[in-house]
């Protein structure tokens, strides 16, 4: 069986905890990423970027199924985020999605949706570029990215010049997994 393949997993952290659970997870040889969004602060005197955790007490491992105990044991780790009663699987495409998003753009906003995995549109040009099955909508200069397994979508500003029109009706999917 595929007991020892490495996948992607959301655990629940303590509040406010990410950066530590992250921080413990590397000193444990964990791979693991923490999103974090840089966010621009403007204080009456100044102006300053800030990286702040995306998703609220959350943070991702790539683990194999016999590495989660130590995840588990990990000091602000609450427990794996649960799909259909077992450890949620994140698809690599999604964190690349994630990791791409977050380089590309700043004050990136999260938005709870229902998933809704029928629509498929592809970027033309731009930071998200050839993406298909992960855009969900676009309008005027905001580009929103479903990220299904976990049920939100990354919400940026982008460039007119990056999005082209290539077709009034989206085609339909079938089922993913």
Known sequence: MLQ???????????????????????RKKIENYCPLNRV?????????IVLEPLF???????????????????????????????????RNEEMETIKKFLNDHINVRLEKIEVNTNDIVKIVSGPLMLREGKVIEIMNRTVKVLLPSLGY???AQVDKL???KVGNLLPKAVAFE
Not at 40 to 48: G, M, V
Request: net charge positive; glycine share 2%.
């Open 4 to 26: 020892n393949v490495s996948r992607w997993y959301a655990v629940y952290t303590r509040p406010r905890w990410e950066k530590k659970v992250a921080e413990s997870l590397t």
């Open 40 to 48: 621009l602060h403007q204080w009456s005197d100044r102006k300053k």
């Open 56 to 90: 609220t007490s959350y943070v991702f491992v790539r683990i194999s199924s016999e590495e989660q105990l130590a995840v588990r044991q990990t000091e602000g780790v609450i427990n794996f985020v649960y799909w259909l009663k077992k450890p949620a699987i994140i």
């Open 153 to 155: 979508s990354l919400i």
């Open 162 to 164: 990056n999005i082209e």
